[in-house]
């Protein structure tokens, strides 16, 4: 019994503070109404925040949103948000304070009426209801974009399979196609084949051709050791006359590369071993058969 007088006198309490502290607001809005039904008092009044408004913005306490950069209309927006955000809290608050205290304050007689208002646990279950609705909606629009891509996925993957497929096709019907002279012919066609690699396949499809014959093509000749040796030989001298050296004749240019590159074997073909060369084809001129066309031959063959 004591209990129930404590909680009475509590909400007894609770509901004079609630009336004291609403008494302002009261006061506030019947003026505002009273100010509204004398159009010479609303015209004062709305002049008057006007001009407290242009004081406001003259010191920059106040700006137009249009008028606002970039970084001061983003903290405004976080402060409209804090804004809302407390006032619904507070709304909430005092709305729920108000539903208890009307939901357990006693008559003050036997003879009034309280209407019954909604329990909290039934508006508890609604708002439970209503989340619930909301996180169903989200999960299944999050499931509608995951099959879809899905779907498009699965739609790139047999476009890749199927390219795949093709390509496969063309490679076995090339493969079928190619033949051992087929494949000969197609080597030694490409330009980019080197002269070795083109007398190596040869000697594999055609052991006993290579002793009789040496198909080559001009495209596919490169730089050997004889062209880098002279290069180097060339270097060598060039250095010595860079270095305020002399040479004078042949002799002069052997001995520098005998000394400057000691790995090279140089040897020296006088004037009469020329000469030799010159008589003997002189000698046998009748029997060589010269070919015009030098470039032209891409064929050798032991006869």
């Known amino acids: ?43 004062e009044y709305k002049e008057k925040e006007r001009l407290k408004y242009l004081k406001k913005k003259e010191k920059e306490q106040r700006k137009c949103v249009k008028d606002m950069t970039p970084r001061e209309h983003r903290k405004a927006r976080k402060n409209w948000v804090a804004y809302s955000s407390d006032y619904r809290k507070k709304q909430k608050i005092r709305d729920n304070t108000d539903k208890y205290v009307d939901q357990n304050t006693p008559p003050s007689s036997e003879d009034e009426i309280i209407p019954e208002a909604p329990l909290l646990n039934n508006e508890r279950e609604a708002e439970a209801r209503r989340r619930s609705i909301v996180q169903r909606r989200k999960r299944n629009s999050m499931l509608k974009r995951k099959d879809l891509l899905i779907e498009n996925l699965k739609k790139k993957l047999a476009s890749e399979q199927q390219r795949n497929r093709r390509l496969k096709h063309r490679m076995i019907q090339k493969k079928q196609a190619l033949t051992p002279e087929s494949k000969m012919v197609e080597i030694a066609n490409d330009p980019n084949q080197k002269a070795e690699l083109i007398k190596k396949a040869i000697q594999d499809f055609y052991p006993l051709a290579i002793k009789y014959t040496w198909n080559f093509h001009e495209a596919g000749h490169g730089k050997g050791a004889p062209d880098g040796i002279g290069a180097t030989c060339k270097r060598s001298a060039d250095q010595l006359i860079a270095q305020r050296g002399d040479i004078t004749n042949l002799y002069d240019f052997v001995a520098v590369l005998r000394e400057r590159c000691p790995n090279i074997n140089i040897s020296v073909i006088e004037d009469a071993d020329i000469e030799k060369v010159i008589k003997m084809i002189k000698e046998h001129e009748k029997e060589q058969k010269p070919f015009k066309g030098t470039l032209l031959v891409h064929q050798v063959s032991d006869l």
């Open 1 to 43: 019994m004591l209990e129930e007088i404590t909680c009475t006198s509590w909400l007894l309490k609770k509901q004079q503070n609630k009336e004291k502290n609403m008494a302002p607001i009261k006061k506030k809005t019947l003026s505002k109404e009273e100010i509204a039904k004398k159009s010479v008092l609303l015209a």
